[in-house]
Each structure stands twice: as structure tokens, then as C-alpha cells.
């Protein structure tokens, strides 16, 4: 999974006592998802499927072996418990989870609905499926509590955890459903498998920190751990967070003209986001650990799925954890949101070296997204299989870069062979070919592409007022775009559209037009996060950007393992330049708790800090590492904390007000699809 825990700031700045704010203090990419909010009633949404769109629909339908019902009967393999039905509350009654809410009309005897591309309604069905499952004697899993799996995996004296989900609630659930079948063992191990919020975020529903400390329980995370799930989303997380909303469609509905899923699985959880540092830290293939009479052989992979993740093999169940090196989709090599490029060759370099490792141990297959595999045949033929998506997703991109052809052309040219086409798990529910293939493009190219037109194009704004002159006006573009619109031309209207909309925002016609065909792009993509970001965009068309008061959603526990540093870097992207013009700031800044000192300036326009102190700085600050999260937290201002003692500045007294001044605030809530 691709989340992270991305923390903003509002409040660092914040020299005004009220903490009034239009977005919170901090925003965790993860718990966003917490705002999705059910429209109803007045909000403009959802024509029905045009014959186009149908059309396309069917041809899915007869294109792919859906007469292949074995990832059915995987889904369903081994069940021993669920509940009738499963929401998962707080304490304070707010949903956590909602099962229902897709239960209720992706039911597995359901026809895919003319509005949802066959396959990815395919894919939503697996995905409902929930309740805990027999793996293999000893290890079980509960799947649909959350967007991630929750793996348990029997000790001598009680259970090791392997990937904790999202937030607290769905993993003490899952916890639960666990103890209903088998009584109340404790928790003795906990794995974290890779570095994204959805595998480490559930820690606190299971273990305290106390056992933790206390040595009861053990965290095993891959090397980087930490480092990755801090930092990863940080710098540029406003702008992710936003975009995330877009990918996994948490505005839209949940319905057949709404989201059906986000193909890696349902959605996020809008729990509580927890974080406890590992106390083992593995760092090289074939390195053993034994926990609670559990033996793991790992197999480190770094620079995949995510920048620090790891495999591990369990002799003694002949089982192999794939940690989210494999699922049952094409992953993403760059996801929508936004996140720097992955590497698919080394991914795929990692898969074969499982094979080459493990091939002939495995037995059964299993990993922290979708439904596991037995057998060692079909193991290693999925295994292949999946190690051949991503080197042909490089291999094929770089082939035809090479060749001189671009991303955009690149995306229209790759097709997967047959082999790979027809296969399940290779299918785009989460990633897609078209969007992995310019990813590679961009990892080796990056965005220019070679072309000297494409060097200093005008900008969206005045590109389309030209277009919309060039192309006789904005009434004769609408009359050829609604003709086209009849003849299923989507994707060209989308982009001719997109310049009348920007050229003059306030065309409801153009608007109109456009979600029109965004709508009925979402209907046929077989991708979740594609068909999101779709039908989110002719939402937002239609409605405008949505004025909600984001609420806050504070991770206290990511936000006091930020080092300092970390703010810092953080601090120097929200620097406004034109306010800093022309100033020079120099700050002393005094941790006691943690005995780390700084020195930041503001000169040229930039923020640099440095752990040399300088002796004629303009202020010195004295604080705690524990005062700076409260404020980073919104629970104090930095009056108060000024007021109150717990920072003491010494100095000119303007310094620090002034410096706090020449930050800015970053609006969640920017256009996208208007200028
Ligand atoms: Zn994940």
C-alpha cells in the first residue's frame, strides 16, 4: 500500500492565539480518508452508463476468463468465523469501518452493473469478501477488517502478528475475532513488513507500549523502518493528501455510480493511527529470527513496494511471506497521488530471488493484501508470473524509450503478452499498465520529453484561452464535443473540455460536458484509483471543491518520532519567499530533553539549519522536543508555551514572531479540475 502518514503543519507558524484553521494542524494522508462524507439529496451526481460505455463494459466481459472461479474459492478457502455483519465503531461511536456499506450491493452472485468495468467489479467482489481464515495449521488470517490483512501466526505460548492494518480499532477487532475461535492468547511478536501506514498503523490495538518496554513483546521491522514511515510524505504531504482524496475517492458515494473499491482493497480505515518503535531490526537475507518458537528466514527488498520491506520464510509452515511484493493486482511503480518513482526492475529482481531461494519450500503463499495461494506449483507459477509483470513494465518502457517514443505514446503502445494479459493477479485493479509504463519513463526520462515545444509551453490558463480561439470559440468546441460525446470519444473530449473549463471556469455547459465524460471514463476503468480519481473530478466539476472543515486528525505518535531535523526541512518548503526577501534571521533553538541544539536562518530566501551554534544569533529559544509537538500538535500555541514558561527566549524578542511570520499555511482544498 502506497499511504503514508503525511503530516502538516498549520500551527507551527501560528503567531495568532486562535487556532482557527481550515484545515487541520495535521493532516495524516491515512485517517483524511476519515472525512468521506455520504452525499445525498442536493449534490449533483451519476448519469447512468451511455451505450458506449456498456459496450466497452462487455467487451471486458468476453475479453477475460471469468469462467476462472479459483481466486473464489482461495477468498473463501478456510473461513472459520465472522460476523453477520461488520462495523467497526471508536469508542465514542464514530465508524471505523464499514463493511456494509459495500457489502450491501457487491454481493458475489451480483452481475457487474453496467456502470463498473467488469473486472474491477470482479476484484470488489474478492475484496468484500471478510472474516478469519485457516491458512495453514497455525497460521490464520482476517481479511476485509481493513484495507490491509491482519496475519496471525501461532507461537509456543501465544500470537505473532504479522502486519497490524490501519488504525487501532480494525486490528484490536480482528484481534478479537482471533480470540472468539481460539480464547485470549497474548501477543508476543509483532512484524511490521514494510514501511506504508497500513501495515504498522494498528500496533496500539494489540500491544501497549508498556509490554513493549517491558520486553513481552517483541517489534520486528526492516532496516529504515522508522526513517521511512516518518518521513515519506511529509514534504510534499499537503499535496498528496489532496490527491489522495482524488485516488481513493473518499467524497464519492458508495454505490454502482460511486466507489467500488480501491482494488488494492476497500478503502482506508478512519481509525487511529499508532506507531511503537521496533526492538529487532532486520538488515540481511537469510538473516534467522526465532520468536515464541516461530522461526522467520528474511529476504530484505528494499527499494520496492516500499523503500524498506522485507520477505520472510516459515520453515516450519512451509509458507512464504510475500510481505506487498506480490498481490493479486499490478501494483503501482508510481501511484496517483504522488510518490517518487519505484524501481519495477529491482522489484522484480527481488521477486526472482525469492523464487531462486524458496521456490522449492513453499507451500502456501500469503502476504499483507488479497487472498493466499497453495500449492507449490501454482506458487512459483505466480510467482513468475508476477516477477514478469514488472520486468516487462521496464523492460518494454525502456525498449520503446529507446526507440525515441515518449510516455504518452509509450502508455498507447505497451500491451502485456497473452500470458500475462489473461492473468488475474496481473490485472490493473490498483496500478495500471498505461499509467506504470510513464512511470518508467519518467524514473529514467523525467518530464520533459524531448520535444522543444514541450520545453516552455504556456501555462494550463493561457494554453486554453489560445485553443479555445484557435478552435472558433467555446460554443463551436461544446457543439463538436457533444457530437463526439455521442460517438464515445471520452478521452478526447476530456482533454479538448479541459480548456474550455480553464479558459473560462465559470461554462457550467463545459463543465457539464466534462464530468459527463469523466463519468462515464470512471465507469470503464479497470482501475480503482483511476475510476476514483474520475468520478471524484466530475464531482468536483458539478459541485465545486468541497467546503468542508477537514477535521483534525492528529498522529501524536508519528508527529514525536519526527526529528527535529524533519521539521525543519519541512519548515524550509513552507518558507514564503517573497516575505523573506531581503531578510536575514538568525534563531538559536535549545532541545534540553533531548540535548540537541540548532541554528536556523533565513537569508537569500531560504531556511538552513545547522547543529553549530552561533554566538550572535538575533534569538535563542529554550525548549523541549515534548513543547514543539504540543504546538506541532495544536495542543498549545507558541504564545502560551511562551507565556507559560516552557520556552524561553532570550535575545530580540521580535525575531521570533517575525521569523514565524514568513511561513505559509498550505490550503488542503486547491482546485484541480479548474484552474
Ligand atoms: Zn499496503
Known amino acids: 500500500m502506497t499511504l503514508q502518514g503525511t503530516v502538516l503543519t498549520s500551527s507551527f507558524s501560528s503567531t495568532k492565539s486562535a487556532m482557527s484553521r481550515k484545515y487541520p494542524s495535521l493532516l495524516l494522508t491515512a485517517s483524511l480518508l476519515a472525512f468521506g462524507l455520504p452525499f445525498s439529496g442536493s449534490v449533483a451526481f451519476a448519469a447512468p452508463a451511455t451505450e458506449a460505455t456498456k459496450a466497452a463494459n462487455k467487451a471486458v466481459l468476453e475479453a477475460l476468463p471469468f469462467n476462472d472461479r479459483q481466486d473464489f474459492?482461495?477468498?473463501?478457502?478456510?473461513?472459520?468465523?465472522?460476523?453477520?455483519?461488520?462495523?467497526?465503531?471508536?469508542?465514542?461511536?464514530d465508524i471505523v469501518w464499514d463493511l456494509e456499506s459495500y457489502k450491501t450491493f457487491i454481493a458475489i452472485e451480483n452481475p457487474a452493473p453496467d456502470s463498473v468495468n467488469p473486472s474491477l467489479w470482479r476484484?470488489?467482489?474478492?475484496?468484500?469478501q471478510y472474516g478469519l481464515y485457516e491458512v495453514a495449521d497455525g497460521i490464520y488470517q482476517v481479511r476485509g477488517y481493513d484495507l490491509a490483512n491482519i496475519t496471525f501466526i501461532r507461537g509456543d505460548t501465544g500470537w505473532i502478528i504479522f502486519d497490524v492494518g490501519s488504525a487501532a480499532e480494525t486490528a484490536k477487532a480482528a484481534y478479537d475475532l482471533v480470540s472468539e475461535q481460539f480464547g485470549k492468547l497474548p501477543v508476543v511478536g509483532v512484524m511490521y513488513s514494510h514501511s506504508h501506514v497500513d501495515h504498522y498503523s494498528g500496533v496500539k490495538g494489540v500491544v501497549t507500549e508498556e509490554d513493549v518496554k517491558a520486553g513481552k513483546v517483541r517489534i520486528i521491522a526492516p532496516d529504515g523502518f522508522m526513517e521511512h514511515a516518518i518521513s515519506e510524505g511529509v514534504i510534499a504531504g499537503n499535496a498528496m493528501s489532496r490527491r489522495a482524496s482524488y485516488m481513493y475517492g473518499v467524497f464519492l458515494p458508495r454505490n454502482e455510480e460511486g466507489s467500488v473499491g480501491a482494488g488494492?482493497?476497500?478503502t482506508n480505515p478512519l481509525g487511529t493511527i499508532t506507531l511503537i518503535a521496533p526492538t529487532d531490526t532486520i538488515a540481511e537475507t537469510g538473516q534467522t529470527l526465532t520468536v515464541d518458537g516461530v522461526e522467520m528466514?528474511?529476504?530484505?527488498?528494499?527499494?520496492?513496494?516500499?523503500?524498506?520491506?522485507?520477505?520472510?520464510?516459515?520453515?516450519?509452515?512451509?509458507?512464504?511471506?510475500?510481505?506487498?511484493?506480490?498481490?493479486?493486482?499490478m501494483h503501482n511503480i508510481l501511484t496517483l497521488r504522488g510518490a517518487q518513482v519505484r524501481d519495477s526492475l529491482n522489484w522484480a529482481k527481488y521477486i526472482n530471488q525469492t523464487i531462486d531461494l524458496y521456490g522449492d519450500k513453499i507451500e502456501v503463499k500469503l502476504q499483507s493484501h488479497h487472498t493466499p495461494k497453495w500449492g507449490q506449483d501454482s506458487i512459483n507459477d505466480y510467482l513468475k508470473r508476477q516477477r514478469d509483470l514488472y520486468k516487462f513494465i521496464h523492460d518494454r518502457s525502456v525498449n520503446l524509450l529507446n526507440k525515441g517514443y515518449t510516455g504518452e505514446e509509450i502508455s498507447e503502445m505497451i500491451?502485456?503478452?497473452?500470458?500475462?494479459?489473461?492473468?488475474?493477479?496481473?490485472?490493473?485493479?490498483?496500478?495500471?499498465?498505461?499509467?506504470?509504463?510513464?512511470?518508467?519513463?519518467?524514473?529514467?526520462?523525467?518530464?520533459?520529453?524531448?520535444?522543444?515545444?514541450?520545453?516552455?509551453?504556456?501555462?494550463?490558463?493561457?494554453?486554453?484561452?489560445?485553443?479555445?480561439?484557435?478552435m472558433g470559440g467555446e460554443n463551436a468546441i461544446l457543439e463538436k464535443a457533444r457530437a463526439d460525446f455521442d460517438k464515445g470519444e471520452y478521452r478526447w473530449i476530456a482533454t479538448a473540455l479541459k480548456h474550455v473549463?480553464?479558459?473560462?471556469?465559470?461554462?457550467?455547459?463545459?463543465?457539464?460536458?466534462?464530468?459527463?465524460?469523466y463519468e462515464q471514463l470512471g465507469y470503464q476503468a479497470e482501475s480503482g484509483p483511476w475510476r476514483s480519481v474520475y468520478l471524484q473530478g466530475a464531482f468536483e466539476l458539478r459541485n465545486g471543491v468541497p467546503n468542508i472543515t477537514v477535521p483534525s486528525s492528529a498522529s501524536p505518535d508519528t508527529i514525536r518520532a519526527m526529528p527535529p531535523e524533519m521539521l525543519f526541512d519541512f519548515l524550509g518548503v513552507r518558507l514564503n519567499a517573497e516575505k523573506a526577501e531581503g531578510k536575514n534571521l538568525t534563531l538559536n533553538i535549545n532541545f534540553t530533553d533531548i540535548g540537541k541544539s540548532y541554528t536556523l536562518t533565513v537569508e537569500n530566501s531560504?531556511?538552513?539549519?545547522?547543529e553549530k551554534q552561533v554566538a550572535d544569533a538575533d534569538a535563542t529559544a529554550t525548549l523541549t522536543k515534548d513543547t514543539l509537538d504540543d504546538i506541532q500538535l495544536g495542543a498549545a500555541?507558541?504564545?502560551?508555551?511562551?507565556?507559560?514558561?516552557?520556552?524561553?527566549?532570550?535575545g530580540n524578542q521580535d525575531a521570533f514572531p517575525q521569523f514565524l511570520g514568513l511561513f505559509d499555511n498550505f490550503d488542503f482544498w486547491f482546485n484541480i479540475v479548474t484552474p
Open 501 to 517: 473549463v480553464f479558459a473560462n471556469p465559470d461554462s457550467k455547459t463545459g463543465k457539464e460536458l466534462l464530468a459527463k465524460a
Open 415 to 470: 500491451k502485456l503478452p497473452a500470458s500475462l494479459e489473461s492473468l488475474w493477479s496481473g490485472r490493473g485493479y490498483y496500478g495500471s499498465l498505461r499509467h506504470n509504463a510513464r512511470a518508467v519513463y519518467q524514473r529514467y526520462m523525467g518530464w520533459y520529453d524531448g520535444n522543444p515545444s514541450d520545453l516552455d509551453n504556456l501555462p494550463p490558463v493561457d494554453a486554453a484561452k489560445k485553443y479555445v480561439e484557435y
Open 264 to 266: 488494492l482493497g476497500l
Open 606 to 610: 531560504v531556511l538552513n539549519y545547522t
Open 73 to 93: 474459492e482461495d477468498a473463501q478457502r478456510g473461513l472459520l468465523r465472522k460476523p453477520e455483519t461488520l462495523i467497526i465503531k471508536k469508542d465514542n461511536g
Open 297 to 329: 528466514v528474511f529476504q530484505m527488498t528494499p527499494g520496492t513496494e516500499a523503500p524498506a520491506e522485507m520477505n520472510i520464510y516459515l520453515p516450519q509452515f512451509k509458507a512464504m511471506w510475500m510481505a506487498e511484493n506480490t498481490t493479486n493486482t
Open 637 to 650: 500555541t507558541i504564545e502560551q508555551k511562551v507565556q507559560s514558561g516552557d520556552i524561553k527566549v532570550e
Open 123 to 128: 476484484n470488489a467482489q474478492l475484496n468484500v
